[in-house]
T-cell receptor, first 112, second 114 residues
Framework: DQQVKQNSPSLSVQEGRISILNCDYT??????FLWYKKYPAEGPTFLIS?????DKNEDGRFTVFLNKSAKHLSLHIVPSQPGDSAVYFC???????????FGKGTSLLVTP | DTAVSQTPKYLVTQMGNDKSIKCEQN?????MYWYKQDSKKFLKIMFS???????INETVPNRFSPKSPDKAHLNLHINSLELGDSAVYFC?????????????FGPGTRLLVL
């Protein structure tokens, strides 16, 4: 049963514009949310996280927004750069021994 | 200075064989994990160890046996490999076991069972 969902398998954005990646979850017990970036043939790389007690966390060009009532989070990348092209995974933890529950990923392509 | 390393990176083997994948972290973390990414690209937890003790064991066939000789290492041994075991296996670690802990991943081991 998939508890974390990324409904957009892919997204294409022009360089310099904003990229918005979305994620929905079903388990209200999740209390920590993370975004990972993954290049082909590499492991997921931690990008940014947010605790359930916050609704926004910002780190440079990356901002994560959390809407607990809607069980929705989003990752904003501004401005988008070609090097941001990768697969982005949303993950949540707080249950099941703190294992990460991952979404299926969104493939972001930033075009020059 | 790789934080979480795995060997081998690629593993091609025949059905029925036994194989091991090694993982080491130099971050001083207490907790290590094994995840499997299947053909549909889902990343799913398999096992978690905290300071050499098993804390998570998802519904994984008992042909899979994790072994943690010390808290910096978590190896995965697979007996009697099957075609369905073909996947990418990722090791990860976190400072402690608990919520609000970020997990750091290794580069993955691509296993192909023929």
């Amino acid at each position: 049963d998939q508890q974390v969902k990324q409904n957009s398998p892919s997204l294409s954005v022009q360089e310099g514009r904003i990229s918005i990646l979305n994620c929905d979850y079903t388990n209200s017990m999740f209390d920590y949310f993370l975004w990972y970036k993954k290049y082909p043939a590499e492991g997921p790389t931690f990008l940014i996280s947010i605790s359930s007690i916050k609704d926004k966390n910002e780190d440079g060009r990356f901002t994560v927004f959390l809407n607990k009532s809607a069980k929705h989070l989003s990752l904003h990348i501004v401005p988008s750069q070609p090097g941001d092209s990768a697969v982005y995974f949303c993950a949540a933890s707080g249950v099941s021994g703190y294992a990460l529950n991952f979404g299926k990923g969104t493939s972001l392509l930033v075009t020059p | 200075d790789t934080a979480v390393s795995q060997t081998p990176k690629y593993l091609v083997t025949q059905m029925g064989n036994d194989k091991s994948i090694k993982c080491e972290q130099n971050l001083g973390h207490d907790t290590m994990y094994w995840y499997k990414q299947d053909s549909k690209k889902f990343l799913k937890i398999m096992f978690s160890y905290n300071n050499k003790e098993l804390i998570i064991n998802e519904t994984v066939p008992n042909r899979f046996s994790p072994k943690s000789p010390d808290k910096a290492h978590l190896n995965l041994h697979i007996n009697s490999l099957e075609l369905g075991d073909s996947a990418v296996y990722f090791c990860a670690s976190s400072l402690i076991t608990g919520s609000q802990e970020t997990q750091y991943f290794g580069p993955g081991t691509r296993l192909l069972v023929l």
